[in-house]
C-alpha cells in the first residue's frame, strides 16, 4: 500500500461523521474534526487524522473519554475564569475556553482561561490562531501524559507540554510559535511507527541514558517507564537540555495549580491497573493589541522584524530562513492544490472507522 491524498474538505467531513458516530454532538463533533484537519493542512501530520483513533476513537469506545461535553465555568471574575470540562472532547472545551479569553480581552485588554479536567485538544496553535484572527495576541499551553524526563534523570515524570505563541503580521501569515517543550513528541513517533521506521536519535533515552530509536518498542516502554522522552535542548546540559526542561515545568504548574488540577504521574491515564480518564489541564491567553497600540502599527511592525529576520545572511548552502508558522503556510497552500497526504497506516485506521461505524457514504483511494 502506497501514500494516498484526499482533499482537506473530504477529510474534515468523515472525521466529522465519525465523531458524530461515536457520539460526540455534531456542533463539537465540527469542532473536533475543524482542529484534526488544521493541524494536517498546516503540515503538522503527527497531530491531525492520524490521531484520530488512536486517541480519540479509541478512548471514546474504552470509556476514558466522554463524548458529550459539560462546559462548566467553576470560577469567573473579570479577566480570568477557571473552566471543569469533566473529561468531554478537549477541542470543543479549549475553543469554547479561548474564546471567552477573547472576549474578556476584548472587554478588559486582556483575559484568561484555566482549564482542569479536560483532554488532548490537538494542536496548541489552533487556539492561537483564534486569538490573531481576532486581531490579538494568543497564548496557550496544555500539560499532558508524563514522558518526559527531567535533565540528568531517565524517568518519564512532565509530558510534552505545548507552550504557543500567536501573534497578527501584515503578511499572509501570522506568526505562530508552536512546539513541545520536548526535543520531539509522542505523535510523531507514532507516525513512525505506523510505517516501521526508526526515530532519529537523541529523541527518547532509556534507563540507562543511552538514546534510543525503535519506534514501535518505544511506544511500549513509555508505559512501562523504560523508555522517556528528551527535553527541548536534548540530553544533558552540554545542548541546553535543561531550558527544555524548565519551560515543560513552567507548563505543567500553569497547567495544574491555577486550577487545581491534576499534574504529572496523576495524568498517566492508570488508576488501580484499569485505563482512566487521563485529566488535562490547559491555560488560554489573550492579549488585545489595541489596548496598547493601534492594530496596524502592530501588524507592520512585526511583519517588519520577520521579514528583517528572513533576509539576514545565510549560512553557507542553505538557500532560505524561515520564521514560524511560514513553513506552515507553504505547507497548506501546496495541500491545498495535492491533497493531505495519509500513509499507509493512516488508510487501514480510516477503512476500520469506516467500517466498524457503518460509514458506507465514503469512498477511499486505496479500497
Known sequence: MS????????????MKDVFVGLGVPEPDARVCADVLITSDKRGIDSHGINRCKPIYYDRIRA?????????????????????????????????????????????????????????????????????????????????????????FGVENMLGTNALTFGMPTDEEFPFVFDCATSVSQRGKIEYYARDDKPIPAGWVIDRSGETRTDSRRILEDFLT????????????????????????????????????????????????????????????????????????????????ILRELRASRKAPGQARIYTAGEKEHIAWLERQKLGIPLPPGVQNDMSVMREELGLSGYTFPWD
Open 225 to 304: 517507564g523504560e523508555a522517556a522522552l528528551v527535553p527541548l535542548g536534548g540530553i544533558g546540559e552540554e545542548t541546553a537540555g535543561y531550558k527544555g526542561y524548565g519551560y515543560a515545568t513552567v507548563v505543567e504548574i500553569l497547567s495544574s495549580a491555577l486550577q487545581a488540577g491534576n499534574f504529572m504521574k496523576a495524568l498517566c491515564g492508570m488508576r488501580d491497573g484499569q485505563k482512566a480518564p487521563i485529566e488535562l489541564g490547559h491555560f488560554f491567553i489573550a492579549v488585545n493589541i489595541e489596548a496598547f497600540v493601534g492594530l496596524d502599527s502592530f501588524r507592520k511592525t512585526t511583519g517588519d
Open 3 to 14: 501514500e494516498a491524498r484526499l482533499k482537506a474538505e473530504y477529510l474534515e467531513e468523515f
Open 63 to 151: 470509556g476514558i473519554l466522554n463524548p458529550i461535553t459539560q462546559f462548566e465555568i467553576a470560577r469567573e471574575t473579570g479577566a480570568i475564569a477557571v473552566v471543569d470540562g469533566h473529561n468531554g472532547m478537549g477541542h470543543a472545551i479549549a475553543r469554547r475556553s479561548m474564546q471567552m479569553a477573547i472576549d474578556k480581552a476584548r472587554e478588559l485588554g486582556i483575559g484568561m482561561v484555566a482549564v482542569r479536567n479536560s483532554t488532548h485538544f490537538g494542536i496548541a496553535g489552533y487556539y492561537a490562531l483564534m486569538a490573531t484572527e481576532a486581531g490579538m495576541t494568543g497564548i496557550a499551553g496544555t500539560n499532558a501524559r508524563p514522558y518526559v524526563a527531567p535533565t
